[in-house]
């Protein structure tokens, strides 16, 4: 059963840094491309970055450019997001997705298929 669980959320300082985890099971990491995304109230789920199963190439929205950066430990099989000079907009829930074996739509909710349950980012002014 694929089951993915975030950690690492909590409340920060603006301009802090904070290490997101996502630990998956019942599949190998390596074998999806994987994305954060996040969502804040009254928003729509918004993309974060993403890195594909094979070859390990990574995305990421305008947003969070040369802040963010998306890595996978295949060995652990955990994907990991390391968020460098956050700003109070940062604030949300962020999640874990699975999603296929292709890179086109890599950006797109709907191109995923498991979602862990969210883990809080708060950024303080």
């Known amino acids: 059963q694929v089951q993915l669980v975030e950690s690492g959320g909590g409340l920060v300082q603006s301009g802090g840094s904070q290490l997101l985890s996502c630990s998956a099971s019942?599949?190998?990491?390596?074998?999806?491309?994987m994305a954060w995304f996040r969502q804040a109230p009254g928003k729509d789920r918004e993309f974060v970055a993403a890195i594909t199963w094979i070859g390990g190439t990574t995305y990421s929205s305008d947003s969070i450019k040369g802040r963010f950066t998306i890595s996978r430990d295949d060995t652990k099989n955990t994907l990991n997001l390391q968020m460098n000079s956050l700003k109070p907009e940062d604030t949300a829930v962020y999640y874990c997705?699975?999603?296929?074996?292709?890179?086109?739509?890599?950006?797109?909710?709907?191109?995923?298929?498991?979602w862990g349950p969210g883990t809080q980012v708060t950024v303080s002014s």
């Open positions: 019942g599949f190998p990491i390596s074998t999806r491309s």
């Open positions: 997705a699975a999603g296929k074996r292709r890179s086109v739509g890599i950006t797109n909710v709907d191109f995923y298929d498991f």
